[in-house]
């Protein structure tokens, strides 16, 4: 039996994209609408809204999305800024950053999990003298004389 509580997760808003099962996607996929994936995509997957992988789907490549709700197949690492859902017949092999994080008995999850991490920006190298400066400069001692650094929150 389908709870409410599945098909309301599972609901696309009108004017969302969707991938069909039979299709497959060789490339990245953005879009500024929510989203539905039951195909194959290899490439990264960014949408500024919600993003659903099926049962039936397999993405080979990074998601960034708003919220997720995964029920396929994920190889890439996951960026969530609100809401990761991953159900009991999900794989994900990467790490998954997210805000808020619920994974159901039975998930199968390959990677770090983290709170809210968002990639770092990749570094160019025709940066202008003074910004790889200040990129390279080390933060101030604390009182005991050693360097603070910045760690990474974990669900850990």
Do not use: C
């Not at 969530?80 to 994900?92: R, Y």
């Amino acid at each position: 039996m389908i709870s409410v509580r599945h098909l309301f997760r599972n609901i696309i808003v009108p004017g969302a994209f969707r991938i069909p099962k039979t299709v497959s996607v060789n490339g990245s996929i953005d879009a500024s609408v929510s989203g539905r994936i039951d195909g194959n995509v290899r490439g990264d997957v960014k949408t500024t809204g919600k993003l659903v992988v099926s049962e039936t789907a397999s993405i080979r490549g990074h998601i960034y999305a708003t919220d997720l709700v995964v029920h396929g197949k994920v190889y890439g690492d996951v960026y969530i800024s609100n809401k990761a859902h991953i159900s009991n017949k999900a794989l994900v092999k990467g790490d998954v950053n997210a805000m808020v994080l619920e994974i159901e008995e039975g998930a199968v999850v390959e990677g770090a999990i983290r709170k809210n991490v968002m990639p770092a920006p990749k570094a160019t190298s025709e940066l202008p003298a003074e910004a790889a400066i200040a990129q390279t400069a080390i933060a101030p001692a604390d009182a005991a004389g050693s360097v603070e650094e910045e760690q990474n929150t974990s669900w850990f």
